[in-house]
C-alpha cells in the first residue's frame, strides 16, 4: 500500500458493498479509540439498528461528537463513511452471521464446549478474509522475493507462527530464518541491512520486544512486514506492509487460540502467493524437499 503505516487500514470496500463484522470491528479497535470515539462505539453498540435509520448529523447530536469525528471513527474501522456503516449494520442486524463469539461457561458440557471453540475459530477466518488487503499481500509477496535474506520474529504464543512460516519459507527455496528470542532478536535487527526483509507476527502489535526489534529493523533500512490484529497498535509505526488478522479474544480463548487460527491462514495466503509468484523454482524446490524428508519415513 502506498499510505504511510499509520494510516493503513484493511481493506476498504465500496460503499455500496456492506461488510459482514461492523460490530466486531467496533469491539476489537475500542481499546485503541479516543475517548470521543468510544463515545460513538458505545452508542453504536448498544442500539445498531437505530443507527440504520439516523443521519450522520443525528449520531452527531445524539453523542455529542463532530459529523468529522463521525466520519473518522467510520474510517477506522476500515469503512469509508457513515453511509458504508449503516448498510454493514443493517446487514447485520436483519442478517447476523451464523457463529457468534460466545465465551465459555464452567458448566459447559464438552458438546457445547466443541462447538464454542469450533465456531469461535470459523469466525475468525471469516472475519480475516474480510479485512484482508490484497494489495498489501502483493507488496509483501515483492518485498520477500527481493530481499536477499528473511528474517521472522515472534514471542509467545506468536512464536510457533513464525517458527510455521519460517518452514514454509525454507520449502520453497526462499533464504529464511526464524529468531524467538527476544536478545537475539535485538542483536538480529540490528545487523539488518537494506537487502534484508523482515516479517513481525504479533497479534496486539504491542509486544515491547517484538516493537523494539522491528523498530530497529527498518532503522537499519529492512522492508518490514507485520501480521497483527485489526486496531491501531505501535507495531504498524514501524511496518512496510500490514497484513491484518481479526480475531476477537475472550476470557477461556486467549492469544493462543483464535489469533493463531487466523495468523496461520494468513501465512498460508502469503506463502501460497510466494509460491505461485516463482511457480518453477518454488514447485522445484518442493520436490527436492520432499525427497529429502523422504528419508525421514518409514
Do not use: W
Not at 445524539?62 to 469503512?79: M, P, Q, Y
Not at 449503516?86 to 464438552?110: C, G, M, W, Y
Not at 490484497?134 to 509467545?156: N, Q, T
Request: net charge neutral; aromatic share 6%.
Amino acid at each position: 500500500m502506498n499510505d504511510t503505516p499509520q494510516n493503513q487500514t484493511p481493506n476498504q470496500p465500496s460503499e455500496n458493498a456492506p461488510v459482514e463484522n461492523a460490530l466486531v470491528r467496533i469491539n476489537i479497535a475500542y481499546p485503541t479509540l479516543a475517548k470521543g470515539a468510544q463515545r460513538i462505539a458505545d452508542y453504536v453498540l448498544a442500539q445498531p439498528d437505530r443507527i440504520v435509520r439516523m443521519s450522520v448529523t443525528e449520531l452527531s447530536e445524539a453523542t455529542g461528537a463532530s459529523e468529522g469525528s463521525v466520519i473518522n471513527f467510520c474510517r477506522k474501522l476500515g469503512l469509508s463513511g457513515f453511509q458504508h456503516l449503516k448498510l454493514s449494520l443493517a446487514q447485520e442486524t436483519v442478517q447476523p452471521v451464523q457463529f457468534i463469539h460466545e465465551d465459555l461457561n464452567r458448566d459447559d458440557d464438552l458438546p457445547s464446549v466443541c462447538r464454542k471453540i469450533f465456531h469461535s475459530g470459523i469466525q475468525a477466518l471469516r472475519d480475516t478474509l474480510s479485512v484482508i488487503d490484497p494489495k498489501s499481500l502483493a507488496s509483501a509477496v515483492e518485498i520477500f522475493r527481493s530481499a536477499k535474506r528473511i528474517e521472522i520474529y515472534g514471542i509467545g504464543s506468536s512464536a510457533p507462527i513464525a517458527e510455521d512460516a519460517h518452514y514454509r519459507m525454507l520449502r520453497i527455496g526462499l533464504e529464511a530464518k526464524v529468531v524467538i528470542d527476544s536478545h537475539i532478536q535485538a542483536i538480529s535487527a540490528s545487523r539488518t541491512t537494506p537487502d534484508v526483509a523482515v516479517l513481525t507476527i504479533s497479534h496486539s502489535g504491542a509486544t515491547h520486544e517484538t516493537v523494539a526489534s522491528t523498530k530497529l529493523a527498518k532503522t537499519n533500512g529492512a522492508k518490514t512486514v507485520v501480521i497483527t490484529n485489526f486496531a491501531r497498535s505501535p507495531i504498524q509505526a514501524h511496518a512496510d506492509v500490514v497484513l491484518f488478522t481479526m480475531a476477537r479474544e475472550t476470557l477461556f480463548r486467549t492469544e493462543a487460540m483464535t489469533s493463531r487460527i487466523a495468523q496461520l491462514c494468513v501465512v498460508d495466503a502469503l506463502i501460497a502467493a510466494l509460491a505461485l509468484a516463482d511457480y518453477d523454482q518454488a514447485t522445484d524446490t518442493l520436490k527436492r524437499t520432499f525427497d529429502t524428508l523422504s528419508i525421514k519415513r518409514f
